[in-house]
């Protein structure tokens, strides 16, 4: 069983930043493609933003794009989630996953295999 864990999260006013980062204890951590979700109170998880195990394809949701940036560092075995210009709308635990090589919808979270714990992550107006 491999748990991956977050870190960075807290409490932010609107339109400060904030960097998630997600530690992946596997050897073959650069054969994973990483993403991170979000789940606010009452709702589904949700798609936030994921990256291929090269880092030479991204993806984000409509709600984040220009706004969040998702990157990795194959060498620390870890996922970053830069958040800048936040929204009360973000606040939601954030997660962060790995779906193994071959996976293709990186916007479904049944694609992922391992998942961290969550990080919280609250702006207030």
């Known amino acids: 069983q491999v748990h991956l864990v977050e870190s960075g999260g807290g409490l932010v006013q609107a339109g400060g930043s904030l960097r998630l980062s997600c530690g992946v204890p596997v050897r073959t951590f650069s054969s994973y493609h990483m993403g991170w979700f979000r789940q606010a109170p009452g709702k589904e998880r949700e798609f936030v933003a994921a990256i291929t195990w090269s880092g030479g394809s991204i993806y984000y949701a409509d709600s984040v794009k220009g706004r969040f940036t998702i990157s990795r560092d194959n060498a620390k075995n870890t996922v970053y989630l830069q958040m800048n210009s936040l929204k009360p709308e973000d606040t939601a635990v954030y997660y962060c996953?790995?779906?193994?090589?071959?996976?293709?919808?990186?916007?479904?979270?049944?694609?992922?295999?391992?998942w961290g714990q969550g990080t919280q992550v609250t702006v207030s107006l």
């Open positions: 996953a790995a779906a193994p090589p071959g996976t293709l919808g990186f916007r479904v979270s049944g694609s992922y295999e391992y």
